[in-house]
């Protein structure tokens, strides 16, 4: 790329900014009309039960009562669900989890529609519920799902690990069980929904992929979906929680039954809390067979992931898992196991980091633990272990693209936190309180897999006050990637940032762009405004050309403006020639995603041709009274490929660090037979600004040469690798560790006193269970 | 009872207060901050036909001190503690458990008197009231009583007021030259958090290590806040030395009967009660030896 950039790479100031730090900027589910009604969904009373009926008529019969809807109303399909649609809108026979919905009611207010809720009655025969995945598994568990209880199994086998572990000189093998993390965006689920005369159903409602919701939404009202107008942007956070359908069918089934009046639903937290996407929670068994120098020989893992009453994106999951469960390293001889089971816990499905947290936690602590023994630097063990771009990972594919981990380590091993450990490691405030610095690093797959198309589009238009209007498909999920899309354009246009307009998430605005998920939509979106600005440079010139009557090669692009010989045009006075004449001011620019040609066998999608790669380092300090952990110190550097936005990244970098801090030491969403224990912000505990430490960020720029300007992506990596990282701080501080996760005090108070139980024999490879 | 139905009465008078609990007829329930009230509204727990809204009686909301006793009026709120210079001065443990209840936003709100009628096992303010011997007035229409704070709690959200009563005065003994105290809690996390444990750690100290007496209270490791009285017992025995700090705070778990709750485990309540006293009286010695 050329040396001189004007906005890619720089520390440009979110264009969203202002709006969102003043409050001036209203969410969707901050909206009141004066029309307006209040929709309500009745949940499932128990995690698993057979219906036998549904009686409605007192519900109906409450003054101030709109409709109730059950599973008859539905015109469509009864159910949803991104790759398998398993899920019913509304259930008819069989409750699966507390989170199922049963029936629908719109009401005059929000109290009304409660009271109706409590008067539709259900006759329920219970079942018993299975809440192990474990046992879910075993052949006389209760099928869930016709096709029984396992909904995907994932199995990797390459070169001979039976072989490799019998000349191997060290093992070391694991079980690691990980929460059930909760997204906790500060905006529940909810929006609004309308129906005008003309039968156009307007929903306005965060979702990270407007199109196929609107998919999703037509399928189950049997509703030609040109007639369905989907607003996703902008999202008060998401993190994968809103990737699946949450309230959009609900919305528009109540529209079709409230005579044109805007519908609205906005899930209290408590109901967020049962009805909401989780992060899976795994057990994950793993075996790691290394040489005397350290060089790793094979890896054996076993994971399990909880996804609940439906697959939603538990199949994905737990494939991306099996594929990142090696970690960024060339180990010869793998064989690798995931299965994705459903239970009657919750509904489990994406969230920031796909499955690869889960095990990224084994490999790490592993690799740390092997270091030990052989008393090798963590530094040097990984160093030595890493592919490099155009080596073979442990999957036994050819790595084409970009990989920054040895670039990270580098990093990370020259850092002023790394370098002077043993000095910060002293500095304790008090006598009972210890210190640890470890470091981590991972990797995470950016785009979809094979098996699913992925692409990108975008459009430039020309507005009459001589802006331009960048139409993304991917919405703004808090990330920052419409200031993205926005420096993009303004580098290719040649013009002020400030004459960039961005639209993001709007069916009837921008085109299908795929989903703002996979850490893709730096990436994709802005490949895809990469590839609209050159021809509305084209388009603009063009225009020039005809008005100034020159030829077109006298045509220069100069800053905010076209310039031939002494004369210049404004972009307005291009798009009023545009207009007068009746030609198009609008550009369109599609992209489709570069993958691997060969599926790797049985794994479900791999590999990526595309990764993100990040090393953490961190300091932690235990208080070995109480097991109270804070985390005092993190480097975070990421290989993100080019930065477009150096503050952006930080921001990422920053976030993502907290979000991994509070899913090693805080958050888990407890469910005991099936009912929620955690019921929301009073005891599920997410880190504050106490909890928060200083937070460097450096990034590696290894330019991935597909990317715009060099760009991959990053949004999901930055919270990994700080996890195994905090884990292996926490044991260089004290001698425990941590096999079960959230480490919370009383956890690590536990591993304590195990320690000083076993003393002297400190070095066993047992768990906690 | 909906809550679009309920009514909601300010008073302009304590007297005034008064004579609307003295009547039977409604079902009533008296609102200050709402920090309490207003959760256990939305829960469905407290649904009464009336709610009686005192935050604005401002005959009640004061901090002064009289005859050596200082008066803390129940509508003080936890940021009144916080930044009330008398109370920072000789009763600074209040002000420091004060300091620890919820977020900003709930001191600003929650007052003193709310955190003792809800009566809650892991309320922060309850403790720092348990050591500087606190009274809690309480008042009907025609009657007053002074009632000690050990003796005011009946178990987990339930106290000796009755319901034509309400508190109108806290009464604290004033921390002297050589009294020191400490709070320590222990939550899931460090801001904004429910104890899992807390204790109010009070002294009354000679020249260096050597304690005179003091008084430690305990809470959230049983059903009201306790006193470790076989824990205060010890501390006049011996100077203070980290050996003897160790070896008192061993007794506490002792002194404790906690349950397992969403929050932590009996066993490790019991274990932090322990913790907690060794690290308060770790540092109540080294701020002594600063002072």
Redesign the interface.
């Known amino acids: 790329m050329k040396p001189s950039l004007n906005w890619v790479g720089k520390r440009v100031k979110r264009i969203d900014g202002p709006e969102k730090v003043t409050g001036e900027l209203k969410y969707m589910t901050d909206y009141h009309f004066e029309n307006m009604v209040w929709g309500k969904v009745l949940r499932a009373k128990y995690p698993y039960a057979r219906i036998h009926s549904i009686q409605t008529e007192k519900a109906r019969q409450l003054p101030g009562v709109i409709c109730v809807l059950t599973h008859e109303d539905i015109p469509g399909f009864n159910g949803f669900g991104i790759v398998i649609p398993d899920q019913p809108v509304l259930a008819s026979d069989i409750v699966r989890c507390t989170g199922d919905a049963v029936a629908l009611v719109a009401a005059e207010?929000q109290?009304i529609a409660e009271?109706a809720l409590r008067l539709i009655e259900v006759d329920y025969e219970l079942l018993e519920a299975i809440t192990d995945a474990e046992l879910a598994m075993s052949s006389s568990a209760p099928k869930l799902h016709p096709d029984g209880n396992i909904h995907s199994h994932v199995k990797i086998i390459n070169g001979d690990t039976d072989a490799a572990f019998k000349e191997a000189d060290i093992i070391i093998e694991n079980t690691f069980y990980s929460p059930r993390q909760m997204h906790a965006f500060i905006e529940t689920e909810g929006g609004w929904g309308v129906m005008d005369d003309e039968g156009l159903i307007t929903i306005r409602c965060p979702g990270q992929y407007a199109y196929r919701d609107r998919m999703q939404i037509a399928r189950a009202l049997a509703y030609n979906p040109e007639l369905i107008r989907v607003i996703s942007s902008p999202i008060g956070g998401a993190f994968g929680g809103k990737d699946e359908i949450t309230v959009q069918i609900y919305l528009a089934l109540l529209a079709m039954y409230t005579n044109g009046r805007p519908v609205k639903i906005h899930l209290s937290r408590e109901e967020s809390v049962i009805a909401g996407i989780k992060r899976h929670p795994f057990k994950v068994q793993m075996r790691t067979a290394a040489k005397k120098d350290g060089t790793l020989l094979a890896n054996e893992v076993r994971a399990v992931a909880d996804t609940g009453a439906y697959a939603s994106l538990g199949g994905a999951v737990i494939a991306l898992a099996i594929e990142h469960s090696c970690g960024p390293y060339k180990i010869p001889n793998v064989n690798l196991e995931g299965f994705c089971v459903y239970t009657n816990n919750g509904i489990s499905g994406a969230f920031r980091g796909f499955g690869v947290n889960q095990v990224c936690i084994g490999i790490e602590t592993h690799l740390d633990m092997i270091a030990e023994q052989l008393e090798l630097d963590p530094v040097e063990i990984r160093k030595k272990n890493v592919y490099h771009q155009g080596d073979i990972s442990s999957m036994g594919h050819v790595v084409k693209t970009s990989v920054g981990t040895f670039k990270t380590l580098e990093i990370a091993e020259n850092c002023d936190l790394w370098k002077n450990r043993s000095q910060f490691k002293k500095e304790v405030s008090?006598p009972?309180k210890k210190r640890g610095v470890a470091l981590a690093t991972s990797f995470h797959g950016i785009g979809m897999g094979i098996g699913l198309p992925d692409y990108g589009a975008a459009s430039i238009e020309l507005l009459p006050n001589g802006k331009f209007l960048v139409a993304v498909g991917c919405e703004e999920i808090g990330g920052g990637n419409g200031t993205t899309y926005a420096q993009i354009a303004a580098e290719i246009l040649n013009c002020d940032i400030s004459k960039i307009k961005v639209v993001q998430g709007d069916t009837s605005k921008t085109l299908d762009g795929g989903t703002v998920t996979a850490s893709r939509s730096t990436y994709t979106g802005g490949r895809a405004v990469a590839a609209a600005a050159p021809k509305m440079i084209k388009l603009l010139t063009s225009a020039a050309a005809e008005i100034l009557q020159v030829p077109l090669s006298d045509i220069i692009v100069q800053r905010d403006c076209l310039t031939a010989k002494e004369e210049s045009l404004t972009y307005k006075a291009i798009y009023e020639y545009l207009y007068i004449h009746h030609k198009p001011a609008k550009v369109e620019g599609h992209f489709l995603l570069p993958k691997e040609k060969v599926e790797i066998k049985g794994s479900g999608g791999a590999p990526h041709h595309l990764y993100g790669y990040l090393t953490h380092v961190v300091m932690v300090e235990v208080?070995t009274?109480?097991g109270?952990t804070d985390v005092l110190r993190v480097v975070s550097i990421p290989d993100a490929g080019k930065v477009i936005n150096p503050q952006g990244l930080e921001g990422q970098a920053e976030g993502g660090a907290v979000m991994g801090i509070g899913y090693t030491l805080?958050e888990d969403v407890?469910i005991e037979e099936g009912f929620h224990?955690?019921k929301n912000f009073?005891?599920y505990?997410i880190?504050?600004?106490?909890?928060t430490p200083v937070i460097e960020t450096f990034p590696v720029e290894d330019a991935e040469q597909t990317g715009p300007f060099g760009a991959k992506g990053i949004g999901e990596v930055v919270m990994i690798p700080i996890i195994p990282a905090i884990m292996s701080a926490i044991y260089d501080a004290t001698g425990a560790r941590i096999y079960h996760l959230p480490a919370?005090?009383?956890r690590i108070?536990?591993a304590l006193k195990d320690v000083k139980n076993k003393m002297p024999n400190i070095q066993g490879d047992k768990n906690d269970e | 009872m909906l809550i679009s139905e309920m009514d909601i009465i300010t008073p302009q008078t304590v007297n005034d207060c008064l004579l609307i609990l003295s009547k039977k007829e409604t079902e009533h329930r008296i609102i200050a901050g709402g920090t309490d009230a207003v959760v256990r509204m939305k829960e469905g727990k407290w649904l009464p036909s009336t709610w009686i809204n005192i935050k604005g009686l401002k005959e009640l909301r004061y901090i002064k001190e009289i005859n050596g006793t200082i008066h803390i009026g129940p509508l003080i709120t936890h940021t009144d503690i916080i930044h009330s210079s008398l109370l920072q001065k000789k009763a600074n443990i209040l002000v420091e458990a004060a300091r620890e209840v919820g977020a900003i936003q709930m001191q600003n709100m929650g007052t003193i008197g709310g955190n003792i009628g809800t009566a809650s096992p892991a309320g922060d303010t309850i403790p720092a009231l348990y050591v500087l011997n606190a009274a809690v007035e309480l008042q009907s229409l025609h009657n007053k009583r002074l009632i000690p704070i050990n003796l005011l709690f009946t178990g987990p959200g339930r106290t000796v007021i009755k319901p034509n009563e309400m508190i109108t005065n806290i009464i604290i003994q004033p921390q002297t030259e050589n009294e020191i105290g400490i709070f320590q809690k222990l939550g899931p996390r460090k801001a904004q958090s429910i104890s899992i444990v807390n204790v109010a750690i009070m002294l009354s100290m000679a020249k260096d290590r050597e304690c005179l007496g003091g008084k430690i209270a305990f809470g959230s490791v049983a059903p009201t806040i306790i006193r470790a009285k076989k824990c205060e017992a010890l501390l006049p025995l011996n100077p203070l030395t980290d050996d003897i700090i160790e070896n008192i705070a061993k007794i506490a778990w002792k002194e404790v009967m906690p349950i397992t709750d969403g929050r932590a485990t009996a066993e490790y309540r019991r274990d932090m009660a322990s913790a907690l006293l060794e690290r308060g009286l770790y540092r109540l010695m080294r701020r002594w030896e600063r002072k």
């Not at chain 1, 880190?687 to 909890?691: A, F, K, L, M, Q």
């Open positions: 207010t109290e009271q008090e009972w208080d009274l109480t109270e805080y407890i224990k955690t009073t005891d505990i880190p504050t600004i106490r909890e919370t005090p009383e108070f536990n």
